[in-house]
C-alpha cells in the first residue's frame, strides 16, 4: 500500500494485487460458507454459535479488508492529485486508521449480535427443547401402551379364573356372578362379560358385569373372533374412550371374555396436545436455519454498510487534515533544494496547521541566516584542516590523536606505516586493541618513554614516545629508533674490535719472531731437555698464531667490505662452501641439493660465500664437539639444500645434527657471542651482516630432521635485481630502508628435537 506505483503518480486508482487477492479470498470464502451451510451434516440441524461466528468473522474480515483497500486506494490518488508528488501515506494512513475504529467495533458488535442471537435461537431449537416436546409425546403415548398392556394381562388372568369359577359353579349361579364382579373391581375394570356365539353364528351374551345396553356383537366383532381363533392369546383395541380386550374363554368353545377400561379424558386431551405442539414446533424448526442465515446476512450487510460509511467519512476528514500539508510539503522540498527563502502563508483558522506553518517559516528564517554562518565556517575548517593535514604529511615523526576513549581520531602515515604497514587502517580503532604499549603510555604517570611496540606482520620495534594531553585526548608521537640503536650498538661493537686489534696486534709479531729465534739458535744447544724446550716454543708460536686470527676476525669485523654485486650462480656458491669441509672432513657426510631452475642471482659472490662458509664451519664444529668421544664413522651429517620460496624467494637451507643450539639463541648472532672455547663469537655477527647487506632474512631452529641446528638464509631476488653493477655501503646505512632480520624459532614439540 505504501509503494509508488505509476497508478499513485498518474492520480487514479484502480485493483492491484492485494485487491485481487483479497477478492479471491472473499469469492473462496462464500463458497466454503455455502458448501458448509448447504451441506448435508447441516440441512437438519441449526448451525452452532460458534460455527456461525467463525462463518461470519470469515466472510466479514476480508470483505472488510477490501472495503480498506479501495478506501485506500481512492485517498492515496486523492491525496497526489492535491500534494504534488507526494505519496499520499499520510492520506492513507488516517483512513486506515478511521477505518480500524470503525471496523473493530463493529466486527465486535457482529459477533456479539450473532452469537446472542444464535445462542437464544440454539436454546428454542436445541435438542434439549426438542426433547422436551417429544418426551410430552412419549409419555402420553407410554400411558395409553401401558393401559393396554394392564388390560390385556388382566383380561387374560381375569378369563382363567372365570374358567375355574365355571368348573365349580354354574354360569348363572349367585357364586360365580359375586365372584365375577370382584374380578371386575379388583382388575380395575370398567365393564366385563362372556360372550357365547352360537351354532348360528349369533352372540349371547350369558353373563356381563355394568352393562351399557350394548350389543353383543358391538363388544366382539367377528375380526376380534376371527383373531382369537387364528390363536392370537389376546386382542387389544383402543377406542376414543376406552380401551378394550378380548381373549378365549377356558372351558368353553366359542366362549370369549370382554373387558374394558374407561381412558383417562384429561390425559387423552394432553396427549392430544402434545402431539399438536410438537409438530407446530418441527414446522417452526424447519424455517429456524432459514431465519438464521437471514439474520446474520442482514447483519453482514449492514456491518460492512457501516463500514464503508466510515471509510467515505474517513477520505473526507483525510482530505481536509492532509490538504494544508501539500503547501508544507512543496515549501520543504524547495527549502531542502537550496531556496532557505520560501515562506508559507498560515491558513486561517488558528489550529495545528497554522502554528507548524509558523513554525516552518520561522526555522527557515533561521536556517537561512545560520546557513550563511556555517559556510564561513566550515570554510575556515576546511582551510585549517588541509593546512593540518600538509604539515602530517610532511613530518617524519608518527603522530596520532585519540579521544577520551582512546579511540584513534587522526593519524599520519608515518603512523600508520609503523604500527600496521597499511593505510587507513587505524582511524576508528582503539589505541588499546592496535598499539598497547602506546595505550598504557596515557594510563601510566610518565608522559614520555621508550616503548617497544610488536607488531604482527613485523619485527618488534623500539619506539621514543611522547604523549601530550589536548582537551579530553592526547597526541602521541614517537619514532622508530630500533635502527638507530642497532646501528650504535654495532658502532659500540666495530669501536671495540678495532681498538682490541690494535692493542693486540702489535706485541705479536715481536712475540713470534722471539720464539722462532729462540727455538732456531737455542734449540739444539739445550742439554738435558730439548723436547720440552721445542714443545714450549711451539706452543708459544702456534698461540701467537691463533692470537693473530682472531685480531684479523676482529679487524674483519670492525671493517666490512663494500659489497660489489653482480649476477652469480647461487649453486655454485653454496656447492664451493661445501666442498672446501668435504675435502677436509671426510669423515662427515655432505649432502648438497639444488634444483636445476634456479635463475642467477644478483649477489656479492666473496660475501655470500663467506657467510655460507662460516654457516658450514659452525656445523662442522658443532658435530666434532658433539663427536668428542665417538669413534664410529661417520661422525656426522650436514645437508644444505637451496631452493625457491612460494614468494619467488631464494631459501637456503644448512642442516647438521650436531650439539643443536644454546639456550641464549636470542642473542646467537651477537658481536663476541660464542659457546665454543676459543671462539671470537663473531663468525656469526659476520653472516648477520652480510645478509642485511642483501636485503635477506637470517633464521635459526632445530633441525627437523632430529637434532641439531637448521640455519635458513632468505633472499628476495626482486630486491637485489635493481643493484647489479653497484657497489654500496648497504651495511648500517641503509639497515632501516630494507633491514635484515634474524628469526630465531624452537620446533622441539613440532619435529621432536
Known sequence: MDSDGPEVRSGSWRFAAPEYYTLAVIVSVAVATYIVVTGDAQSDRLLTPALVATIMVANLVPAMALIVLVGSRVARARAVRSMAGGSGRLHVRLVALFSLIAAAPTLLVVIFASLLFQFGVNFWYSDRSRGMFENAASMAQAFYEDSQKSVSANTTTMAKDLGDYLARYPIDSVPFQNAYGQQVVLRELNESAIIEIGADGIARTPVMVDPDNRAAETRISPETVARLNRGEKVVVLQKSDRIEAATRLPGRPNAYVYASRDANILGLEQFDRARSVLADYNALFGRSQQLQLQFNGALYLGSLLLLALAVFAAIVVADRIVRPLGTLIGATRSAAGGDLSVRVTPPVRDDEIAVLTRAFNRMTEQLEGQTGALVNANEQLEARRSFIEAVLSGVSSAVVSVDADRRILLANAAAERLICQSADCLTGQT????????????????????????????????????????????????EDITQQLLDQRRAAWSDVARRIAHEIKNPLTPIQLAAERLQRRFGDKVEGDSATFRKLTDTVIRQVHDMRRMVDEFSSFARMPKPTFGVEDARDILRQAVFLFEVAKPDIVFTVKTPSGIEPLVCDRRLLSQAMTNIVKNAVEAIEEKSKNLESTPIGHIDAELDMGPGGELVIRIADDGIGLPEARDAIAEPYMTTRQGGTGLGLAIVKKIVEQHYGELEFSDNPAGQGTCVTLTLHPDRLRSLAGKGEELGMAQGETVPGRIRHRQDREDNGA
Open 431 to 478: 589505541l588499546d586493541d592496535v598499539a598497547p604499549e602506546l595505550a598504557r603510555l596515557l594510563t601510566g604517570d610518565e608522559r614520555e618513554a621508550i616503548v617497544q611496540l610488536s607488531r604482527k606482520d613485523a619485527e618488534p620495534a623500539t619506539l621514543a614516545a611522547k604523549a601530550v594531553a589536548q582537551g579530553d585526548g592526547f597526541v602521541l608521537s614517537f
